[in-house]
């Protein structure tokens, strides 16, 4: 159906002009509250943006299941992003509506000063109406008038001055049909111009404005399309990390070691203390093994040796047993000897621990080591 506003606003009273202008003033109100309705819904999709941000910060992250709470919290701050970029694709909507409104008020201010001309013949038509109208009731009050006379047989002095009013008013009657018949000319003329003018308008208007929805709905229709996309996304993830997969995850992520631990026995054989009485001379670092060879004491002028023995320490320049347990192999087993140099301060032994007061309690710890030793090599061997 093809619409033509030269059609539709016409009538008695003349109003359509009225009714035309006052719409396209509407549509500056409508622009207005479609603006402040895109300014709300954008402060919507950002409160939505920073809930989703504070929603996707409480998610977890331990255990075996935080392969998927990652994922869980990647979507939702894939969402959170989608939502902030609608709030700026829409607010750079509402600002063209902005700018648009401002453009109609200016427009609407020419439209006021080119339909001013048709504004005043619609003004002069209903005025002249107006008057029309009451020179009709006039010439129809003075005929009514003079039917009566007629009626009453009024004398025909009465009738002759009735009839002269009636005539009176049928002159000014016709006056004023003529004048109005020339103003209704020229503002059908005006009034069709006006009418096609502001349908153009309107035209424009409803155009510009279902561009902006147009936007809008694209707008919305991408984002949602994008959510769509991540939530297809957070489901196929989901599918692909698998009870058997996050395990994995997990296992090389907080692996403590592949192999089990061994004990052997040389671990269970505690590491004997080396005692060195002359500081200058380097000690030799010595390891206990299953079979350890033994010196028998020599007596010399210069060097005194020691032999710890596993029942404790001898004594320095004592005589130390040189039989010891045969191992398998029928060689000897002893304790591990420690030369001992010649000092000054040797012949007295309160000098001694003096000069060296830890050196005694280091021979008792060698003397217990070496017990410990013993026994456990014994305990082996029977076994």
């Not at 009735?162 to 103003?183: H, N, P, R």
């Not at 047993?321 to 010649?342: F, Y």
Request: hydrophobic fraction near 35%; glycine fraction near 4%.
């Amino acid at each position: 159906m093809n619409v033509d506003f030269s059609d539709y606003f016409w009538g008695d009273k003349n109003t359509g002009f009225d009714v035309l202008y006052h719409n396209m003033k509407h549509g500056l109100l409508a622009s207005k509250e479609l603006s402040d309705f895109f300014r709300e819904r954008a402060n919507i999709e950002e409160n939505n943006s920073k809930l989703f941000g504070k929603l996707a910060k409480q998610s977890g992250g331990s255990g075996t299941f935080s392969p998927l709470w990652h994922v869980l919290r990647k979507s939702i701050e894939n969402i959170a992003a989608t939502h902030l970029n609608l709030m700026h694709k829409v607010n750079d909507l509402v600002k063209d509506i902005c700018k648009y409104t401002e453009e109609m008020q200016k427009k609407h201010k020419l439209v006021k000063e080119e339909q001013g001309p048709t504004l005043e013949i619609v003004q002069t038509i209903q005025s002249t109406t107006l008057v029309l109208q009451k020179a009709k009731d006039v010439y129809q009050q003075k005929c009514e008038e003079l039917d009566k006379l007629k009626r009453d047989n009024a004398s025909a002095k009465d009738l002759e001055k009735a009839e002269i009013k009636v005539k009176k008013a049928q002159e000014d009657f016709k006056t004023i049909m003529d004048k109005y018949s020339l103003v209704k000319e020229d503002f059908e003329k005006r009034m069709s111009i006006s009418c096609k003018y502001f349908q153009q308008v309107e035209e424009a208007h409803l155009k510009q404005m279902k561009e902006f929805l147009n936007s809008y709905t694209e707008v919305i229709e991408k984002n949602h399309e994008q959510i769509g996309k991540y939530y297809l996304e957070f489901k196929r993830q989901c599918l692909e990390l698998t009870i058997d997969n996050l395990l994995e995850q997990f296992v090389r992520s907080k692996y403590t070691g592949l192999e089990k631990p061994v004990l052997s026995r040389e671990d269970l054989i505690p590491p004997l203390p080396l005692v060195n009485l002359n500081p200058t001379e380097p000690v030799a670092e010595v390891k206990p093994s299953m079979s350890v060879e033994t010196k028998p004491p020599k007596r010399e002028g210069s060097n005194k040796e020691a032999v710890l023995s596993p029942q404790g320490f001898s004594g320095v320049g004592q005589g130390m047993p040189t039989s010891a347990p045969s191992s398998p192999n029928n060689s000897p087993l002893a304790a591990p000897v420690i030369t001992l140099s010649r000092n000054p301060l040797r012949n007295s032994k309160c000098k001694v621990q003096q000069l060296y007061p830890s050196l005694f309690e280091c021979i008792r710890l060698y003397c217990s080591h070496a017990k410990s030793w013993f026994q456990i090599y014994f305990v082996s061997r029977n076994s």
